[in-house]
């Protein structure tokens, strides 16, 4: 049976950098769900709903299809536990790991293109930061973060994505800085992605940990100032 389970980024990177399985990796497989699209998530129940569709798909395996699952706004989903071997790139399931983004980057439907383009999905970001994490506790640079269309005649992730820029993303999260991820929450389009151009400074602020994931308050309007939580001490 699926059993998807919702993290915070920080969360997820902890549990990954802890990840002990006996599968050797050597890759990870970007996708985008399709259907449902951006436009349909509405959380949890919209992850929980692909896994049943797979394990309808595929009875004896029985379970969600990809090890993790990305939604609209930097939401984070654990879903086939990374030890088992995903259903989601024929033929290369055995050594890979498979991460999805709820999206439709296509170019779909009109009423789709805001929230399902890779320019404007604020959830971009946080899959990229999950991917480096697992880059990096599996030994893989960026040159290990393949799109499902590298292996099949499948567009997917979709047409809007670039595989070199998503790469180049990666290897930013895994560059050895102090790397900040700020969620604002209160708007999609103001997720902040900062790498500090000054360490010292932002080691000041919050010690000496490799990732940081703050929850932040954005008062720009009325009192010019973001108010930012550390994460997960
Ligand atoms: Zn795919």
Redo the contacts with the bound molecule.
Sequence with gaps: MPNERQLTLDEACREIAQLQIDRRIDYI????S?EPSAVDFIGIETVASIGRTHARWWPIRNDHGYHVQFGPSGEVFFCCPFEKVGA??KGFNSRSI?V?YIADFGGGPTERRALDNPATYTGLAAGQLVVAALCERFGLDEEDVD???DY?S?T??GTLMDKYEYRQAVARFMDGGVKVVVLTGDARRDFVIATSPRKDEWQELFGDREHIVLDAYKHLDDQSKVYIRKGGE
């Design positions: 497989i970007v996708h985008h399709w989601h790139a498979g999805a799109f499902h269309s099949s499948k997917c992730p």
